[in-house]
């Protein structure tokens, strides 16, 4: 299963105007920064998490693409451990990162034994 997963720092996040509970968030992924939409509520500026970027293929064999959505650019999504690990069961939100979390720190997200980054 190929997963593309990054640990993003959420800049900005915007409500969008006309669409009830979606975020637009301006995401830092290391090397530049990219916007994703997002409907998740504990979604906060400063919050460290996990997204797919665009060809991650999730749990479930879904392909991400990078999309249109309410007629902005989304580029990737962010991730609860439905997206990591295709469970059924109701998920509370993203996955909130220790602030000094780095890259290969996180070995097994979902006792999945996959690294991030």
Do not use: W, Y
Not at 58 to 69: F, H, K, N, R, V
Not at 101 to 117: F, K, Q, Y
């Amino acid at each position: 299963m190929s997963r593309e997963l990054n640990k993003p720092l959420i800049v900005r996040a915007f409500s969008h105007p006309s669409v009830d509970g979606l975020h637009l968030c301006s995401v830092d992924i290391g090397h530049k920064e990219i916007n994703i939409f997002c409907k998740m509520k504990n979604i906060r500026e400063d919050m460290l998490t996990v997204m797919a970027l665009p060809k991650a293929v999730l749990a479930d064999g879904t392909m991400i693409e990078e999309s249109l959505i309410a007629g902005l650019p989304s580029q990737g999504i962010m991730c609860s451990l439905l997206e990591i690990t295709g469970s059924k069961k109701p998920v509370k939100g993203l996955i909130d990162l220790p602030k000094d979390t780095i890259c290969g720190s996180v070995p097994d997200i979902a006792a999945l034994g996959e690294t991030l980054c």
